[in-house]
């Protein structure tokens, strides 16, 4: 059988079309990533405890996502969210909080305290456990021992900072 020539007009047309679909194809890859970050905003706030002192380390995270972030010692936070999605807002000892987000940049959290009490924990030399589950003998200290102790701790940190 004898070879069929390739004429120019359909080499034309072939070029034409695999030009059409590169254009096509760079245009995917450049235009799909700016339109999903577009979405994206970056949300600022604070925490702070109902009486308006601000909340160090609280969590703050994207609901339904693995983003998160938690709170500086003045109770600010800067957190990347689409617009549209959940801020779930926690600290320990407060009730959490979830927030919507919409156009808003810049929030402020007020948390509530919570009546749900820790369950009794003791502290052992390699680890934790609930005071139900301890066998051996154990040694008690009052709670006012321990913020004496850790006032004093902070006073060395102070002295030998200075």
Wanted: proline share 3%; hydrophobic share 45%; charged share 15%.
């Amino acid at each position: 059988m004898p070879k069929k020539k390739l004429s120019l007009p359909l080499l034309t047309r072939l070029a034409a079309n695999f030009t059409a679909f590169v254009i096509a194809v760079m245009l995917q890859v450049v235009l799909i990533p700016l339109h999903s970050s577009a979405q994206d905003v970056t949300v600022k706030g604070t925490v702070t405890s109902e009486s308006g002192s601000p909340l160090p380390g609280a969590s703050i995270s994207v609901k339904g996502t693995t983003k998160g972030t938690t709170s500086d010692n003045n109770g600010a936070f800067s957190i990347a969210a689409a617009k549209g999605s959940t801020l779930v807002v926690s600290a320990v000892g407060y009730a959490e909080k979830e927030i919507r987000i919409g156009n808003q940049n810049a929030i402020s959290v007020s948390l509530t305290t919570t009546d749900k009490l820790l369950g009794e924990v003791v502290v052992i030399g390699y680890g934790t456990q609930r005071k139900k589950d301890v066998t051996g003998s154990t040694v008690s200290v009052k709670g006012a021992t321990v913020q004496i102790s850790v006032q004093r701790a902070k006073s060395l940190f102070v002295a030998a900072a200075l």
